[in-house]
């Protein structure tokens, strides 16, 4: 399941991902994100992973063409978590966004914050 964080706001959206994410839980996610770059012009994401476990093998086209889809238009993606192979998955992010990094769960307030900066490069 992948659900969207109440803390989200204007052009920086948060994303809990939980369980095991399908295909359809893209038909979730992709419409607020689409929604918010229709009207600011980019998004930073913040991918809570603290909960998740697993892509289901049905999901990964949808997660490849998402990245294909909006990676020109997400500024930053912040991944939370707590385990070693998702902070591996920043490398793998920065395919997805112009920057990305990995916050430790206790660190979450740190990562919004990051994503609420200005990116001076723009």
């Known amino acids: 399941m992948i659900e969207k964080m109440d803390k989200s706001n204007r052009k920086v959206l948060g994303f809990r991902l939980i369980g095991d ?3 359809s839980d893209y038909d979730v996610m992709v419409p607020v ?3 918010v770059i ?3 012009g980019s998004a930073s994401l913040l991918i809570d992973l603290e909960e998740f476990k697993w892509e289901k093998v049905e999901a990964w086209g949808a997660d490849l063409n998402f990245g294909r889809t909006y990676h020109e238009r997400i500024d930053k993606i912040a ?3 707590d385990k070693h192979w998702e902070e591996l998955l920043t490398v793998f992010s920065k395919a997805y ?3 990305a990094k990995y916050f430790h769960t206790s660190e979450r307030n740190s990562a919004w914050e990051w ?3 200005q990116n001076t490069d723009k």
């Open 21 to 23: 994410v399908s295909k």
């Open 33 to 35: 994100v689409q929604s």
């Open 38 to 40: 229709d009207k600011e």
């Open 79 to 81: 991944i939370v978590g």
């Open 97 to 99: 966004a112009h920057e």
């Open 115 to 117: 994503l609420q900066e």
